[in-house]
């Protein structure tokens, strides 16, 4: 009897083993792209993000958190796999846009050196407000995992500036981007807060 439990409870613990085993392969593809959940197109309403002087269209259902820097961060949900985020930030910058874009992208080279630029130099983005807008997109490499990023530097009011930086699985980077760009294309600047 005693050896029929103990048999019962080695296949157990065996199949418990391979489950945990299977379903932490399955977390890793998903943090490093290698299954590419749907992602949701569909744009929300515009959301004002008082703090920052701006409002745009995100994706619907991600969730917002707070970020880093006072800034605003908003995450896809699990079930489009978790891995991308959109983060909103502003900066007080005397200079023009051209410029806080420029101070922003050498900063970034020097606390990530390995990064692979797809572009030289933050580009012209036309956004629907006609607000004078770049953007900056690169690669990264966080723990091994690699991702696709974009910064997008926009004239704010009363001399602020609005960053948005954008990071979502390099294997998802045509649907992410596509989908970034939609959000920042629907930017408003708000007026300055008096």
């Known amino acids: 009897m005693k050896l029929v439990v103990r048999i019962l409870v080695g296949l157990l613990s065996c199949a418990a083993i391979i489950f945990g ?90 606390v990530a050196p390995s990064l692979e630029m797809r572009d030289a130099h933050p580009q012209p983005f036309a956004i629907d407000s006609g607000a004078t807008t770049l953007r900056w997109r690169f690669r990264n490499n966080f723990q091994g995992v690699a991702a696709a990023q974009a910064m997008y530097f926009t004239e704010g009011a009363g001399g602020k500036k609005i960053v948005v930086t954008v990071t979502a699985p390099a294997a998802q980077d045509e649907e992410y981007g596509a989908l970034f760009d939609a959000c920042l294309r629907s930017l408003q600047v708000s007026p300055a807060k008096k």
């Open 21 to 110: 085993l299977r379903q932490m392969y399955r977390g890793i593809q998903e943090i490093a792209g290698a299954s590419k959940p749907a992602t949701s197109m569909e744009l929300s309403n515009s959301i004002s993000i008082p703090d920052h002087d701006c409002a745009l269209r995100l994706p619907k259902d991600w969730e917002k958190r707070p970020a880093a820097q006072g800034g605003v961060m908003f995450i896809a949900p699990k079930s489009q796999g978790g891995a991308a985020n959109l983060v909103i930030n502003s900066d007080a910058f005397a200079g023009n846009v051209d410029a806080y874009a420029e101070e922003n992208l050498t900063e970034v080279k020097k």
